[in-house]
């Protein structure tokens, strides 16, 4: 008997289909939060990246990792974290273990590191990162921190974040203890009654100073950014904060949770991509604050007006070109996938493929409500899978980060970076702009003239 099924569908593994759902398509019972399928060379990255690019961009910390020199190259201006003064953060350190070291211990060439490091550079605080190996051998990362942090009267932090104890995710949970031993720890005298922290912007072609600009239109005071464009000292008084805003979920919500429970910071989850969750970001911003500033919400209304009047038209212009082309999306949280479908909509475009790297089962929920039928929801997938699936939905436009871009142009279809590595900013209602400028370039480029057509049909298997 012949059947046509998709050719995604020929080329899952079966450990591996948990993870992917379509919509409408059954009941969503998406497995997520799991560790990646041994042998199917995953896009996730480990625990050390996730703690890695939620606290490099505090900018006036140092940073040390203590492992082999290979750990360190996941370092020195990967995230293209913008700083407005110092850029400690941007140079690159480790303790560089060799085998004598694994063998006898690290722990006084860290704390040697550590001496030298802070001498030379008299860093705010230092995190020290732990990588695979040093949970290894077991040397403690808790004792030369505090000996080095009591001698040289700064924090002296350390990052639990060894690489095989789980998923990226379990880095943000590290990365967030770390932070939370400096939350806390300076006055808060000066702060006034409006005021917010953005956590989970790391301020890529310096985004955050976008937004920061909407709240000081509004009359709302930023206390601290976590972590983009951050600073220690800010970090430690941002208990004093009314709000706190979180962008990115999956990195900072345990401290936004660990900051509920101790000190009765409410928070709400925002988003800085496209029109709708640009512009409602802020309203519920100016909700929040109504009882104690009145004008808070026309002021914040006036100020969407005046950004949309100047944006629409230049929207509508590149929609012509853009109206009916197909996109996939895959992201590291998911939080960005629901910006960037709503995103896509106002340009006409349809989303038929959307996944992420540290997606929930809320995640997925949400993105199931959202997307249209038929639509593949994929978790923590491999670049066979999304060659497979990119083939099958007939894909015009891929989004992703570096790791996806081989996957795009291998198959002959246009790429944009929407990872932590790109150098335009892609938040707020400019940014809205920058992306569909740079949707445009790439979706409508003549080179797409030259490439065989990409393979749309099912493929035949027989069975029995």
Partial sequence: MKEAIGLSEATILDERKRQVHRTG?????????TDSLAGAVSQRACVFCGSRVVLYPIADALHLVHGPIGCAVYTWDI???????????????????????????GEKKLEAALNELIDRHQPKAAFVYSTCIVGLIGDDLEAVCRRVGEAKGIPVLPVQSEGFKGNKREGYKAACNAMWKLVGTAPIDDIPPLSVNILGDFNLAGEIWM?????????VNVV??????????DIRRSHGAKLNLVQCSGATMDLAKMMKDEYGIPFIRVSYLGIEDMADSLYQVADFFQDQDPTIVERTAELVRSELSQLMPKLAELRK???GKRVAIYVGGAFKAFSLLKAFRHLGMQ??????QTGTKEDYEELERITDPG????????PLELSAFIKEKGVDLFVGGVKERPIAYKLGLGFCDHNHERKIALAGFEGMYNFAKEVHLSATSPVWRFVPRREQTPLEVTHG
């Fill in 375 to 382: 639509t593949i929801i994929v978790d923590d997938a491999n």
């Fill in 25 to 33: 398509q059954g009941e969503l019972d998406l497995a997520c939060n």
């Fill in 79 to 105: 995230r293209g974290a913008l700083s407005s003064g110092p850029e400690l953060h941007r140079l690159s350190f480790s303790t560089d273990l060799k085998e004598k070291d694994v063998i006898f211990g």
């Fill in 351 to 356: 989303v038929v493929l959307v996944g992420s």
């Fill in 211 to 219: 937004v920061r600009e909407y709240f000081q239109r509004m009359g």
């Fill in 224 to 233: 601290a950014n976590v972590t983009g464009d951050g600073r220690v000292h």
């Fill in 321 to 323: 070109d853009l109206e």
